[in-house]
């Protein structure tokens, strides 16, 4: 759930305009993914606020000037995140502080801090890292315990940006997401709640389906959905790879009825095909239900690499249900680790139903578990034949029922291949949880 | 290598200003990492385009078309992602169509490529998806192998968006990355590459760096490189998760020798703390290596969960080095798997260097394998306790050598735990692949 003051230009933009700047050259040329941008949209949208713009620029005065000059003309919360490092092309604090006519000033406190910082590490502060405790007039020192950097937050005057916009916040965050994420937690979150408190609700909910194309999706359920969106209703989708997602959204005092009427429909025409709400993934889903039924998994893996085995232990509390895996990636390994017959090797070749059908055996017997899951395919690029393609994959399920194995061919590149791969692996286990 | 017509006022950007519009309103409420703006940064990057800004908006008419807006004013090449598929949020078309003053047409060769998508699956389109084959008037269709949507490229006249820009070519991308990808590759570069094509050149080099910080990492270098800096040298920073990048970059006639120089005096300051360059990364290292060698490696993981394993597979001909290896999450698996001792287990715990050791010795002789790495930790949220604190973590090297084991505390969350440790690994690994 999430709250806004009232409506504006965008639909689903709730009343405080927020926007997020996201400085660093190595973003624009590519060399790193901008994992802040969805991680505090996410966190923002928690807490009733949804960015209407993010921008991404280089580590140049110009660059960053220009981009936060703008958003000052839009929103009354900016977030900024990078610039604040001890290195030369760290620009954003100056740069900030020269744009809003603030004077920066050697803080004896963040000093200590930072020297403090090294200290404990056994290091003596390099000079440079100097820098990093100068503040600007007013601004709000934000603790970063994970890294030398404080954050900044600054009161920004009404009208400064443009006609628009009203007085409000404009915050400085580290970039490194190991000091931006608990600084944005401890320090960002209670500041936010006292300066924007939350007025009138906005209820936003996303369901999760997978197996089943966009425009089916819409086919399904958009005619039924017409007298709720009538009402006020909003209506998202986005496909993933293997996933389609749904999200509902609607403000106001309606908010509270219509959204659950809305998923009780949803759900109704999708049914089965829904695994999940929310930021709810896949192996998640796995993981709580077979916890909640006492049971376990194990894996063996040969084209997925260990991918399955890794998503199922990003869940915290995954070792309760999850005994472990073989990532058995020759031959040798796939007989010695999981039994698979030689002659099963030697008849169907590594990638076959057969094949996959031992791993599986061999993994829930070897480990002791309820069921197991195992991927034998070809990832590619190189290993394809006209009788087994690239992206030819076949996978099995033992446990709880006869093994069953699926033949698929995820034609994709090598990662998006382990991903589709581990997709259809769990939702085979996720059916057979529910049946 | 890249490619540059002129300085232009960012001074990393090259002259052909470019910029990208990611729209879909799942970016703006978090459910999704925007994972087209590096793809396409990195590509374009390759073909000489440094991107001077991105900007992320949610899918509402009015925020496609003011960002649109914006760019028109500044860009001559703008790339939009998102927005083509066939549901009623989907309006990028539409919006763009409208902004330069297109009328839409319904392309015959688009429709019967839609409806063929769906015939070779054996499935009707859905009536929604006709949407897709219109096209605006003028317009380059780009063909998508991946999907329904074709991509849409347009000349854009000068000075529409403002004073300063010239004439252009704005290209309308599907979302889903395994859409938009081979159509970048296949239809854009080409496009490209006769529209703009390069004048004078324009050099960068990125040196990965890891075990050293990002302050150190300039102490050590920034004044050996002022000469070259008065040059015309630039140099840029960027602090990850157990790495610091140093990137340098020069232009024009000058550039040849620039860069050149500047990576020699890098390399020769930092020696063995750099771990390869440009896009490499440390697993990609570590297989390039022990393929050199004819060496291979196993791997034996706990707290890491087949993170080790999934690096090590992500890339391509993996399977000539990387035998397999076990994710041996109980107790009882790292005994019947990797035949660690019970008395082992009883007396120093899961988590000690007596049981890293015996995991790695214990991958090593089942895969025979030249090395095999072992972590073993706890990733936490929950697990600590006062002499084991979370992110406690034992990493040991068997092969090449008496057997090697590290001690570290990584204080961070689930998933960083496991990179900084695969990090760790993969670096004692890399170091001995050295010696």
Known sequence: ??????????????????????????????????????????????????????????????????????????????????????????????????????????????????????????????????????????????????????????????????????????IMLPGPPRELEPMFLNEVVPLLRSRFPPQSPCICRTLKSTGIGESVVEERIASRLRGLVAEGLEIGYCARVGEVDVRLVARGSRAETLVPEAERIVREELADQIFGSDSDELHEVIVRALAARGQSVAVAESCTGGFIANRLTNVPGASAVFAGGFVTYSNASKQSCLGVKEETLALHGAVSAPTAREMAEGAMARLNTTYALAATGIAGPAGGSPEKPVGTVFIALAGGGPTAVLHRVNQCDRETFKFVTSQQALELLRRRLRA
């Open 1 to 170: 759930m999430c709250f806004h003051r009232s409506k504006v230009n965008s639909e689903i933009c709730c009343s405080i305009n927020t926007e997020i700047i996201n400085t660093g050259t190595e973003l624009m040329l590519g060399f790193v993914t901008n994992t802040n941008h969805r991680w505090l949209c996410r966190h923002l949208a928690d807490l009733g606020f949804t960015v209407g713009r993010q921008v991404a620029v280089p580590d140049t005065a110009a660059s960053i000037a220009a981009a936060v000059r703008e958003a000052l003309g839009r929103a009354e919360l900016i977030i900024c995140t990078g610039g604040l490092g001890p290195t030369s092309d760290d620009l954003t604090r100056e740069c900030i502080a020269e744009l809003l006519g603030k004077r920066l000033h050697e803080d004896p406190q963040v000093l200590a801090d930072v020297q403090q910082f090294f200290k404990v590490r056994g290091r003596t502060a390099p000079d440079r890292t100097r820098v990093q405790a100068m503040v600007p007039h007013g601004a709000i020192v934000l603790k970063n315990r994970n890294g030398t950097a404080p954050g900044l937050a600054l009161e920004t005057p009404p009208g400064l940006g443009g006609p628009s916009a009203g007085p409000g916040l404009l």
